[in-house]
């Protein structure tokens, strides 16, 4: 799980091009949205993209994602329980 | 009426963000030029800034830039012309689509690369609820944005005017231009350019913007007192048009102190100057700008720049000079000639206050 | 002043219901939708319904009496088969006014062809100056011949209702005698998918202001309006259609593509439209909305609706439900759909309505409803919150 945590990390920084933050600055249990990470709707999207293309976990709306991004951790359960990638 | 510019910011080949540049301007030597960058973390805060590419960047920053100078923070206009758009976002996402064949495209370089992306992400940045729009007319996109201030202005609907003019050039997209001929060939420099004996300029980029105002006050630059665009126009068009636009202040073309024009080193280009100058303008001195920040759909927003900054200074350095004169002093009148493969013609006048 | 009003003088419309203003009016009226299965556009997404131009590329350049040989792409093919019909009713066929200015809106410009030849563009070169938005304008301008003055929107949904805009306020400073104004948009792979990406395209007909509306359908389409003072179609002996009494445009700068939850631009744009008519809200008689069938913007901009007319509002309907989202050229293919209801005294159908939305105090036309009208108002929002609005009236 720590591996996967920090891999979500480092792809999460990738793919918003979070340019000034390392996986050092992600609390894994803080929320991502909102607060936090301060990240909004497009960036949702954004990672709905990135589970499909690295764990092949299809979502159909972005309301989906709602619960599943609530934080770093959250999402890497998700992802455990559900990858096929 | 009167319409003042009251701040004016580029960025481009020259000094970002300012003006220091402009008595001594570098001069160019590559066919592929692209802007200097300032230090955005005065503008634009990083979380802001992942999602923009180049061109919003310089958007951005020059926006602000005349905001902050002037306090007018809620424009009644804020309009933008860009010939290309958003066209590195674009690549991006044209680039994965053709590659990962419409799969796992990402939404941000989407929704970044409409054209209309550079007026919205300023309105956004000053919670602005006004008047917002954006041409994408080619060669004449500045104008265009220019054009429908000024009539705004004309009919009392605004006092105060964003307006701007912005394009970036990608490498890929330079090198698709160069397949059709739109860019010199070989060694560049000042001279070559002005033998305008073969196809092709220098490609460089352009980000201009304006904030206007319809009263004069002690920040005012100078005075923009017309504008007007044709399509293909024949001589006897052009002529009318730009006396009946000089008649509405009681000038005529002898009242010109300069013509700033877009030659660029282009045969094909330049020959249209050329013959302007010989029906219109034949003892009036002609300058240019292309020679020293390229060409770009938007070039002539830094025209508009340096006519303005030649008319607060009260010089036009020699550097600007098309046919080789020294610097011309105390200016009251500058056209801006520009034109877009003798297709769509602008003229904008701008005169000292 | 009589002679200073606004009025237009002819209407060219190409969509998913057909070519020309006829085949609107009937598909309009006999609720004939043009969403279906994707027939032209070639991409792994065809799933998704659109509404296309029943004709293709060679089949327009066919009837315009365009060589095949010629460099052209979808979108100003459109146009100029929208522009013909525009052209010839308001008489710019016979005797050319001097100043005539031609303003296009449009988002996708050559992208369709552009994205079929990238990156390379090997042997298809010619298409590589194709590509911007404004060379459709050029396009289109070149077939007609005779413009004095022409430009380019781009401001997404909203681009042919500021194309209106436009044409109103050169008009207005006297700068041209006619006024050519609207906009056309083919479909593309690239918006397609950019859509997609979104999450905002529905994979059935879409249901605007439906509380189980999931997302919008994509349309193709052009259609111009030709715009006068009201003195000069007098001089030229035309007959006036209606009249153009009122726009307004506004940004909501709220968010790059969601609108504010409480529709403030929206709310704005409807408010100051009103004020420039000189017109109070219980004075329109017909709203078409904006209504995408999105869950952000149908609720956004019933927000605002609701906002503005309070108690009274007037029947709304969202003719993308037959039409499709037609993006750049929504506003004026929207434009004459509001037009022809005025004059041939109907409100349209806001088709695949069924529920009620919980939040808004009104429920779109479910059917087409008779009903005289003297003003009728039309909505057109794009990306980036700009939004626009155009009110049309009766003469009297």
């Given at each position: 799980?720590?591996a996967?945590?920090?891999?979500l990390?480092?792809?999460i920084?990738?793919?918003?091009?979070?340019?000034?933050?390392t996986?050092?600055?992600?609390?894994?249990?803080?929320p991502?949205?909102?607060?936090?990470l301060?990240?909004d709707s497009?960036?949702a999207?954004?990672?709905?993209?990135?589970?499909?293309?690295?764990?092949?976990?299809?979502?159909?709306n972005?309301?989906?994602?709602?619960d599943?991004?609530?934080?770093v951790?959250i999402?890497?359960e998700?992802?455990?329980?559900?990858?096929?990638? | 009426?009167n319409?003042?510019?009251q701040a004016a910011a580029?960025?481009?080949?020259?000094?970002?963000?300012s003006?220091?540049?402009?008595?001594h301007?570098?001069p160019l030597?590559?066919r592929y030029?692209?802007s200097v960058?300032?230090?955005?973390?005065?503008y634009?805060n990083?979380?802001?800034?992942?999602?923009?590419?180049?061109?919003?960047k310089?958007?951005?920053?020059?926006s602000?830039?005349v905001?902050r100078?002037?306090?007018?923070?809620?424009?009644?206009a804020?309009?933008?012309?860009?010939?290309?758009?958003?066209?590195?976002?674009t690549?991006?996402?044209?680039?994965?689509?053709?590659?990962?064949?419409?799969?796992y495209?990402?939404?941000?370089?989407?929704?970044?690369?409409t054209?209309?992306?550079?007026?919205?992400?300023?309105?956004l940045?000053?919670?602005?609820?006004?008047y917002?729009?954006?041409?994408?007319?080619?060669g004449?996109s500045?104008?265009s944005?220019?054009?429908?201030?000024y009539?705004?202005?004309?009919?009392?609907?605004i006092?105060?005017a964003l307006?701007?003019?912005?394009?970036?050039?990608?490498?890929?997209y330079?090198?698709l231009?160069?397949?059709?001929?739109?860019w010199k060939?070989?060694?560049?420099n000042?001279a070559?350019?002005r033998?305008s004996?073969?196809?092709?300029?220098i490609?460089?980029e352009?980000?201009?913007?304006f904030?206007?105002?319809?009263?004069k006050?002690?920040l005012?630059?100078?005075e923009?007192?017309?504008?007007?665009?044709?399509?293909?126009p024949?001589?006897?068009?052009?002529?009318?048009?730009l006396?009946?636009l000089l008649?509405k202040?009681?000038?005529?073309?002898?009242n010109?102190?300069?013509?700033?024009?877009?030659?660029?080193?282009?045969k094909?280009?330049?020959a249209?100057?050329?013959?302007?100058?010989?029906?219109?303008?034949?003892?009036?001195?002609?300058?240019?700008?292309?020679h020293?920040?390229?060409e770009s759909?938007t070039?002539?927003g830094?025209?508009?720049?340096i006519?303005?900054?030649?008319l607060?200074?009260?010089?036009?350095?020699?550097?600007?000079?098309?046919?080789?004169?020294?610097?011309?002093?105390?200016?009251k009148?500058?056209?801006?000639?520009?034109?877009?493969?003798?297709?769509?013609?602008?003229f904008i006048?701008?005169s000292s206050c | 002043?009589m002679s200073?009003r606004?009025?237009?003088?002819?209407m060219?419309i190409i969509?998913?219901?057909?070519y020309?203003?006829?085949?609107?009016l009937?598909?309009l009226?006999?609720?004939?939708?043009?969403?279906g299965?994707?027939?032209?556009?070639q991409?792994i997404?065809?799933?998704?319904?659109?509404?296309e131009?029943?004709?293709?590329?060679?089949?327009m350049?066919d009837?315009?009496g365009?060589s095949?040989?010629?460099?052209?792409?979808?979108?100003?093919?459109?146009?100029?088969m929208?522009?013909?019909?525009?052209?010839?009713?308001?008489?710019?066929?016979?005797?050319?006014p001097?100043?005539?200015a031609?303003?296009?809106g449009?988002t996708v410009?050559?992208?369709?062809?552009?994205?079929?030849?990238?990156p390379?563009?090997q042997?298809?070169?010619?298409y590589?100056a194709?590509?911007?938005c404004?060379?459709s304008?050029?396009a289109i301008?070149e077939?007609?011949?005779g413009?004095d003055?022409i430009?380019t929107?781009s401001?997404?949904?909203?681009s042919?209702a500021?194309?209106?805009?436009?044409?109103?306020?050169l008009?207005?400073?006297?700068?041209?005698?006619?006024a050519?104004?609207?906009?056309t948009?083919?479909l593309?792979?690239?918006h397609?998918n950019?859509?997609?990406t979104?999450?905002?395209l529905?994979?059935?007909?879409c249901k605007?202001?439906d509380?189980?509306?999931?997302?919008?359908?994509?349309?193709?389409?052009a259609?111009?309006?030709?715009?006068?003072?009201?003195?000069?179609?007098?001089q030229?002996g035309?007959?006036?259609?209606?009249?153009?009494?009122?726009y307004?445009?506004?940004?909501?700068?709220y968010?790059?593509?969601?609108?504010?939850?409480?529709?403030?631009?929206?709310?704005?744009?409807?408010h100051?439209a009103?004020?420039?008519?000189?017109?109070?809200?219980?004075?329109?008689d017909?709203i078409?909305?904006?209504?995408?069938g999105?869950?952000?913007n149908?609720?956004?901009?019933?927000?605002?609706i609701?906002?503005v007319?309070?108690?009274n509002i007037?029947?709304v309907?969202?003719?993308?439900?037959?039409?499709g989202?037609?993006?750049?050229?929504?506003?004026?293919?929207?434009?004459?759909?509001?037009?022809?209801?005025?004059?041939?005294?109907?409100?349209?159908a806001?088709?695949?309505?069924?529920?009620p939305?919980p939040?808004l105090s009104?429920c779109?036309?479910?059917d087409?409803?008779t009903?005289?009208?003297?003003?009728?108002?039309?909505?057109?929002?794009?990306?980036?919150?700009?939004?626009?609005?155009?009110?049309?009236?009766?003469?009297?």
């Amino acid at each position: 799980m720590d591996a996967l945590i920090l891999e979500l990390k480092k792809e999460i920084i990738e793919v918003l091009n979070l340019e000034e933050i390392t996986p050092e600055d992600i609390d894994e249990n803080a929320p991502l949205f909102g607060e936090g990470l301060g990240l909004d709707s497009i960036d949702a999207l954004e990672l709905i993209v990135l589970m499909e293309k690295n764990y092949g976990i299809k979502l159909n709306n972005a309301s989906e994602g709602r619960d599943i991004f609530k934080s770093v951790r959250i999402m890497a359960e998700y992802i455990e329980k559900h990858r096929t990638k | 009426m009167n319409i003042y510019i009251q701040a004016a910011a580029q960025i481009s080949a020259q000094e970002p963000l300012s003006h220091a540049w402009f008595q001594h301007p570098l001069p160019l030597s590559e066919r592929y030029v692209r802007s200097v960058e300032p230090d955005y973390k005065e503008y634009i805060n990083p979380m802001e800034a992942r999602r923009m590419g180049k061109i919003l960047k310089r958007a951005l920053a020059t926006s602000l830039n005349v905001v902050r100078k002037t306090g007018i923070n809620q424009p009644d206009a804020i309009i933008t012309g860009t010939g290309l758009g958003c066209i590195e976002n674009t690549e991006k996402f044209l680039t994965a689509m053709v590659r990962d064949k419409e799969m796992y495209l990402q939404p941000t370089y989407f929704m970044q690369s409409t054209h209309n992306t550079i007026s919205s992400q300023i309105a956004l940045h000053l919670k602005c609820n006004k008047y917002n729009t954006t041409y994408a007319q080619r060669g004449i996109s500045f104008e265009s944005s220019l054009l429908d201030a000024y009539m705004q202005f004309e009919l009392e609907k605004i006092r105060t005017a964003l307006v701007a003019g912005h394009d970036e050039m990608t490498p890929d997209y330079f090198v698709l231009l160069d397949k059709i001929n739109y860019w010199k060939k070989g060694e560049v420099n000042e001279a070559i350019l002005r033998k305008s004996d073969s196809v092709g300029a220098i490609s460089g980029e352009a980000s201009a913007c304006f904030m206007l105002e319809n009263k004069k006050s002690n920040l005012s630059v100078c005075e923009l007192k017309g504008i007007d665009i044709l399509y293909n126009p024949n001589q006897k068009r052009i002529k009318d048009a730009l006396e009946e636009l000089l008649g509405k202040h009681n000038l005529c073309i002898e009242n010109i102190d300069v013509v700033m024009t877009g030659i660029n080193g282009d045969k094909d280009n330049d020959a249209v100057y050329n013959e302007l100058e010989r029906n219109l303008f034949p003892s009036i001195p002609l300058a240019w700008y292309k020679h020293l920040v390229g060409e770009s759909f938007t070039a002539s927003g830094l025209a508009m720049f340096i006519s303005a900054m030649a008319l607060q200074e009260q010089v036009l350095p020699a550097s600007y000079l098309y046919n080789g004169s020294s610097a011309i002093q105390g200016l009251k009148n500058i056209l801006i000639y520009n034109h877009f493969q003798n297709k769509e013609h602008s003229f904008i006048l701008l005169s000292s206050c | 002043m009589m002679s200073e009003r606004i009025l237009v003088t002819g209407m060219g419309i190409i969509s998913g219901l057909g070519y020309g203003k006829q085949a609107t009016l009937d598909a309009l009226c006999s609720k004939h939708s043009g969403i279906g299965k994707m027939k032209y556009l070639q991409t792994i997404h065809n799933y998704y319904p659109v509404s296309e131009v029943p004709m293709s590329d060679a089949e327009m350049m066919d009837s315009l009496g365009i060589s095949s040989q010629t460099i052209i792409t979808r979108t100003p093919l459109l146009g100029i088969m929208a522009l013909k019909e525009a052209f010839i009713e308001a008489h710019l066929d016979k005797k050319r006014p001097r100043r005539i200015a031609f303003i296009n809106g449009t988002t996708v410009g050559g992208m369709e062809k552009s994205e079929q030849y990238y990156p390379d563009f090997q042997n298809t070169e010619a298409y590589i100056a194709a590509h911007d938005c404004g060379t459709s304008c050029e396009a289109i301008a070149e077939y007609f011949d005779g413009f004095d003055m022409i430009t380019t929107i781009s401001t997404a949904c909203s681009s042919a209702a500021n194309a209106i805009i436009l044409g109103a306020n050169l008009l207005k400073t006297g700068r041209v005698d006619v006024a050519i104004v609207g906009g056309t948009e083919c479909l593309s792979k690239f918006h397609l998918n950019g859509f997609s990406t979104l999450m905002i395209l529905d994979k059935e007909a879409c249901k605007p202001f439906d509380a189980k509306r999931v997302g919008l359908n994509l349309g193709e389409g052009a259609a111009y309006l030709v715009l006068e003072k009201e003195q000069h179609a007098k001089q030229r002996g035309v007959q006036p259609i209606c009249m153009l009494s009122g726009y307004a445009n506004t940004c909501d700068a709220y968010h790059q593509t969601a609108s504010s939850p409480d529709g403030q631009g929206a709310y704005l744009a409807m408010h100051n439209a009103l004020e420039n008519a000189h017109l109070h809200p219980h004075d329109i008689d017909y709203i078409n909305a904006h209504g995408t069938g999105t869950q952000n913007n149908d609720l956004s901009e019933g927000t605002a609706i609701m906002r503005v007319f309070n108690d009274n509002i007037p029947p709304v309907s969202s003719t993308k439900s037959f039409t499709g989202h037609t993006t750049s050229a929504a506003g004026s293919v929207e434009s004459i759909i509001s037009i022809l209801a005025l004059l041939h005294n109907f409100i349209p159908a806001n088709l695949n309505f069924n529920n009620p939305m919980p939040e808004l105090s009104f429920c779109p036309v479910k059917d087409t409803l008779t009903k005289k009208m003297q003003h009728v108002l039309t909505n057109s929002f794009g990306f980036g919150g700009n939004d626009s609005a155009c009110i049309f009236s009766k003469i009297d």
